[in-house]
C-alpha cells in the first residue's frame, strides 16, 4: 500500500491529496518539456503548443506557492515573537530569550526555507519554458522561411 502525507497536518492516508497530485504532474510536465528536443516541425509544432499551456498555468501555481510561502513566514515571526516573550516574561536575559525562540521556531523556519525554494524553482522553471518557448519560434521561423512557407510556395 503506498501512504501519501499531508504536508500542512501531518497526516497520513493511502488517498493522495488532489493538490499534491496537480502539482506533481504540473512538475513532472514541466520537467519533460524543458528537457524535449524536438526533431521534427511536428514535434516542435507540438512542443510549442504543450508548453504555451503550460506556460497559461504558471501564474496561477506561482500566486499558490507565494501564498503558502507568506504564510510560512507569517507563522515563522508569530512562533518567534510567542517563544521571545515566554522567554523574557520568565526573566531570562534578552539574548537568551532570542536564542531559545530561534530553536523553538526551527520547524516554521524551515517550512518557509523550502517553500521560498520551491517558489523560487518554479520561478526559474517558468523562465525556461519561455525561453525555450522562444526559441523555438524563431526555429520554426527560420524553417518556414527557409522553405518559403509564408507564400505556400516551395522551392
Given at each position: 500500500?503506498?501512504?501519501f502525507t499531508?504536508?500542512?497536518?501531518?497526516?497520513?492516508?493511502d488517498q493522495p491529496n488532489a493538490v499534491e497530485v496537480v502539482?506533481?504532474?504540473f512538475?513532472?510536465?514541466a520537467d519533460q518539456l524543458r528537457n524535449f528536443a524536438p526533431t521534427n516541425p511536428v514535434e516542435m509544432e507540438f512542443f510549442i503548443r504543450e508548453a504555451n499551456a503550460l506556460l497559461e498555468q504558471m501564474p496561477d501555481v506561482l500566486l499558490e506557492i507565494n501564498t503558502r510561502r507568506y504564510n510560512a513566514e507569517r507563522a515563522h515571526g508569530l512562533r518567534k515573537n510567542t517563544?521571545?516573550?515566554f522567554y523574557g516574561?520568565?526573566?531570562n536575559n534578552v539574548s537568551f530569550a532570542r536564542a531559545m525562540a530561534e530553536v523553538d521556531a526551527q520547524p516554521e523556519l524551515e517550512v518557509w526555507h523550502n517553500t521560498k525554494a520551491e517558489y523560487?524553482?518554479?520561478e526559474d522553471t517558468e523562465?525556461?519554458?519561455r525561453t525555450k518557448i522562444y526559441s523555438m519560434l524563431n526555429i520554426n521561423k527560420s524553417i518556414a522561411a527557409a522553405y518559403n512557407t509564408q507564400n505556400g510556395v516551395g522551392r
Amino acid at each position: 500500500m503506498v501512504e501519501f502525507t499531508n504536508t500542512e497536518s501531518g497526516e497520513v492516508t493511502d488517498q493522495p491529496n488532489a493538490v499534491e497530485v496537480v502539482k506533481a504532474e504540473f512538475a513532472g510536465k514541466a520537467d519533460q518539456l524543458r528537457n524535449f528536443a524536438p526533431t521534427n516541425p511536428v514535434e516542435m509544432e507540438f512542443f510549442i503548443r504543450e508548453a504555451n499551456a503550460l506556460l497559461e498555468q504558471m501564474p496561477d501555481v506561482l500566486l499558490e506557492i507565494n501564498t503558502r510561502r507568506y504564510n510560512a513566514e507569517r507563522a515563522h515571526g508569530l512562533r518567534k515573537n510567542t517563544q521571545m516573550a515566554f522567554y523574557g516574561r520568565q526573566g531570562n536575559n534578552v539574548s537568551f530569550a532570542r536564542a531559545m525562540a530561534e530553536v523553538d521556531a526551527q520547524p516554521e523556519l524551515e517550512v518557509w526555507h523550502n517553500t521560498k525554494a520551491e517558489y523560487h524553482y518554479a520561478e526559474d522553471t517558468e523562465k525556461a519554458l519561455r525561453t525555450k518557448i522562444y526559441s523555438m519560434l524563431n526555429i520554426n521561423k527560420s524553417i518556414a522561411a527557409a522553405y518559403n512557407t509564408q507564400n505556400g510556395v516551395g522551392r
